[in-house]
């Protein structure tokens, strides 16, 4: 199967609440998806952080969660790695280096690192396999066997209506992560604003009519492209908006299988 049999289609954005826009906040969540070429395979980099609404430069470690996991995966696939390598140890080295990115950008703030706050989701999908990195609530959803399967349940902090951030003293102990040995070809990724809309919190499964109308639609378009106005209107919404008045965060990704025309 080459690059050409297994093209992504993608469509994501992050968008601010109702609460932030009534308080003059700016949007705290921020994502990235990028498809990344190695040899004839293209692989998905997802990524999508939740800045804690408490911390007053959390948009900005949120951003830098996110492109710096980008950059690591990129440099960590062009250095002709296979994601089946990745150790414990190459992971809390990647968040090492983000975190000393965030605090760079807090020492320019002139401010604290834990004003840098934002939890940290995100994924390498190959052809073959993918892995799952989690910090945090929010999640990050695949289909598997028919059925969609979440990577990690939302985490909790210590507290009722707190969670973990990459920024904590004790985040090594709050990484999740594994690795998945097969093909994935639908993921969906979404910060704790949509958590109620697509999972169901009193029996632990994923809510599939939240997302598969929406991956169905996106798999038989020409690109994806033209989805990205639509996905920013529907997380705007007045449905949306009168169940959270969070930020909102969504990634919605399809890859076509080697049987599908590639449009």
Not at 23 to 29: E, L, M, T, V, Y
Request: glycine share 4%.
């Amino acid at each position: 199967m080459t690059g050409n049999q297994l093209r992504w289609k993608v469509v994501f954005d992050s968008v601010q609440g109702t609460s932030h826009e009534r308080n003059n906040q700016p949007c705290q969540d921020c994502s990235r998806v990028v498809k990344h070429q190695v040899a004839e395979e293209e692989i998905l980099i997802a990524v999508c952080a939740d800045g804690a609404g408490s911390s007053t430069h959390s948009a900005e470690g949120a951003r830098i969660v996110c492109d710096e996991f980008v950059k690591l995966g990129q440099s960590y696939l062009n250095e002709q790695h296979t994601i089946e390598e990745v150790s414990q140890e190459i992971i809390l080295n990647w968040l090492e280096q983000i975190r000393s990115e965030m605090l760079n950008e807090a020492d320019q703030l002139q401010t604290e690192l834990s004003q840098m706050a934002s939890t940290f989701l995100g994924c390498i999908i190959t052809p073959q396999c993918a892995l799952f990195i989690q910090i945090g609530d929010g999640a990050m959803i695949y289909k598997e066997a028919e059925q969609f399967q979440y990577a990690f349940w939302p985490h909790s902090g210590e507290y009722i209506n707190m969670t973990n951030f990459l920024t904590s003293e004790k985040y090594q102990e709050q990484v999740e992560w594994k690795i998945i040995t097969k093909q994935i070809d639908e993921f969906a990724a979404f910060t704790d604003g949509l958590e109620r809309l697509v999972l169901n919190f009193e029996k632990q499964f994923v809510h599939e009519p939240a997302v598969v109308p929406m991956l169905n639609a996106l798999r038989s378009s020409e690109t994806g492209d033209e989805f990205f106005d639509p996905l920013r209107s529907f997380l705007n919404s007045k449905n949306i908006n009168e169940r959270t008045d969070d930020d909102k965060t969504l990634v919605l990704a399809t890859r076509l299988n080697n049987e599908e025309p590639v449009l």
